[in-house]
């Protein structure tokens, strides 16, 4: 009897131990993410050089294709904040549905936080006139922020058997509306950029809470969604390798010759910026939301009704 006893409560401990190191690792994604933003005002907002590259792009968005332009346009005008409310009121329903309070709540923290940060920085930050192109602070982008922080609310909230799904038309949504702001010179890439990065940070920190709160209960960490996974890989990896060389040849150029690359250029690379951005903010989110399955008394996943929904997704 004293052995059986003692497996349980051996079980726990080692469950707590488990489950206080993953809150720990989300609330330093939460930390990384938010010295991330900082970085990026600092490279693109406060250097004339981040503020010469970073106009350039946006004022080379000369993109005239009718399919390219119609695409772009009605994802501004569809991202209203009604429609985003509304989303918003679907993810707290889903939570209360599925009887997860704490993912409600810690939904309605990420997107109110993330949106509440943007505007009061983009309020209270300054943007020296280094580039010669005066304009007010835009930093960083209120409708990227948004859209990616709805995203995450609902990644967060909805079974994990489809959540793969939701985070790949999730990014593509966000791309399209992060590339559609710089399009419409309402924003820079460092905005939208940094835009994401806030979202990642509020998104880690509401994960965090999330486990806090089941830290005791006995799991195995779930494996992400492989096919997102991999093509948030794929698609970062090769967008990322693009915007390093556009941008470094916008840079380059800059210093050499200011009308060497063409402004489509420079957009384009800009476009593959804010792609491998997104990318890399979701892999790193469905990784954080994967969760926990639940496991049996020794230690094997449970595969069965349980399995369906995870401890702390």
């Not at 209120?142 to 709805?150: L, N, R, Y």
Request: with cysteine; proline share 5%; net charge positive.
């Amino acid at each position: 009897m004293t052995a059986l006893a003692s497996r349980p409560a051996k079980q726990e401990t080692a469950a707590a131990g488990r489950g206080l190191t993953h809150v720990f690792a989300h609330a330093f994604v939460s930390v990384l993410a938010a010295v991330g933003v900082a970085l990026v005002y600092y490279a693109c907002v406060r250097t004339p050089l981040g503020q010469s590259v970073d106009t350039l792009v946006m004022r080379g968005a000369d993109v005239q294709h009718p399919k390219i332009v119609g695409v772009l346009d009605r994802a501004l005008n569809g991202t209203t904040l009604v429609s985003l409310v509304a989303v918003c009121l679907v993810a707290a329903t889903i939570g209360v549905i599925r009887r997860r309070a704490d993912l409600a709540i810690a939904a309605a923290v990420l997107v109110l936080g993330a949106n509440a940060s943007t505007q009061l920085l983009k309020m209270r930050l300054p943007r020296p006139d280094l580039d010669g192109f005066p304009a007010p602070n835009s930093f960083p982008s209120g409708h990227t922020a948004a859209a990616a922080s709805v995203a995450f609310a609902l990644i967060l909230v909805l079974p994990f058997a489809i959540r793969g799904t939701v985070a790949l038309a999730g990014a593509a949504y966000v791309t399209i509306i992060a590339i559609a702001t710089v399009w419409a010179e309402w924003h820079r890439p460092s905005d939208t950029v940094a835009a994401l990065l806030i979202v990642l940070a509020w998104a880690a920190l509401a994960s965090a809470f999330v486990r806090a709160r089941r830290v005791r209960i006995t799991g195995v960490t779930a494996r992400p969604n492989r096919k997102a996974m991999l093509l948030f890989t794929v698609v970062g990896a090769i967008s990322a390798v693009g915007a390093l060389l556009g941008l470094g040849a916008v840079a380059l150029s800059l210093r050499l010759a200011p009308d060497l690359v063409p402004g489509r250029v420079a957009f384009a690379a800009g476009a593959a910026a804010v792609t491998a951005s997104v990318a890399a903010v979701f892999a790193v989110w469905v990784r954080l939301a994967a969760g926990d399955q639940p496991s049996s008394p020794d230690g094997a996943p449970v595969l069965a009704r349980a399995s369906s929904a995870p401890l702390s997704d």
